[in-house]
């Protein structure tokens, strides 16, 4: 009865985790090709600046939609500690604290995104500061918040390789997924690296993240809603 129970919560936790990281693609998505993508035109502080008057309520809605993300993240550390702490308990909160400190660092980076309404609210306040100079500090804030990006990926990239490794050893995981999920951990570090050291191949990163990380991360939030985990293994509950 005990172990039926352990099975059923387990499988309970997994799927919890799941809906999150559903929740964190959905968002995390929504706010990078609907609103940033749309509303910023890199270089260009001036049109940017027309375009977040323009779409204000959307440019707001995009700073909830990546607050609801960084929310869930949290949520989703939590449950990946309970689910792996069994294989290794110190490497499981390793790998939640990388992802908390991810999480930590997006939601104070997130300032960065809003401080452009502020800059451009008309608020008299801003009266030092003619429009063009707004314009320019709002796009600084704008570029400052994608290398905030950036940088939590160093932190959620060891997250991912630490939890990589946790799943490929779990029995009630397949190798195949904790292979993927490595995998994209190495995109998110050399991104980062790339990004800061070479920026001239940033593009080139960038496509090596879109590919390995959106594969692994779409295989590995689809497996825990539909499979949950293996739950016919011997191994199942073995704690170190």
């Known amino acids: 009865m005990k172990t039926i129970q352990s099975v059923r919560l387990m499988k309970t936790n997994a799927r919890t985790a799941g809906v999150l990281y559903l929740i964190i693609i959905i968002t995390g998505l929504f706010s990078e090709l ?68 991810q999480a930590t660092v997006l939601g104070i980076n997130l300032l960065n995104f809003y401080l452009p309404l502020l800059l451009l609210g008309n608020g008299d306040y801003l009266s030092s500061f003619n429009q063009e100079q707004l314009n320019s500090l709002s796009m600084v804030f704008l570029n400052a918040h994608s290398y905030g990006y950036l940088i939590s990926g160093v932190f959620f990239g060891i997250s991912c390789i630490i939890l990589g490794t946790l799943i490929f050893k779990a029995a009630y995981f397949p190798k195949w997924l904790g292979t993927l999920v490595v995998a994209a951990g190495v995109s998110y570090l050399i991104d980062c690296v790339v990004n800061f050291l070479f920026p001239e191949f940033a593009s080139t990163s960038e496509i090596l993240v879109m590919t390995v990380a959106v594969v692994s991360e779409l295989s590995l939030c689809l497996f825990l809603l539909i499979k949950g985990v293996k739950s016919n293994s011997r191994k199942l509950f073995v704690t170190n």
């Open 34 to 101: 609907f609103v940033r993508s749309g509303i910023i035109v890199p270089g260009n502080a001036t049109a940017t600046a027309d375009n977040i008057a323009a779409n204000s309520f959307l440019f707001r809605i995009g700073f909830i939609s990546d607050l609801i993300m960084v929310m869930s993240d949290v949520g989703v550390a939590l449950l990946f500690y309970l689910l792996l702490k069994s294989v290794n308990q110190g490497l499981s909160m390793l790998a939640a604290f990388f992802r908390l400190a």
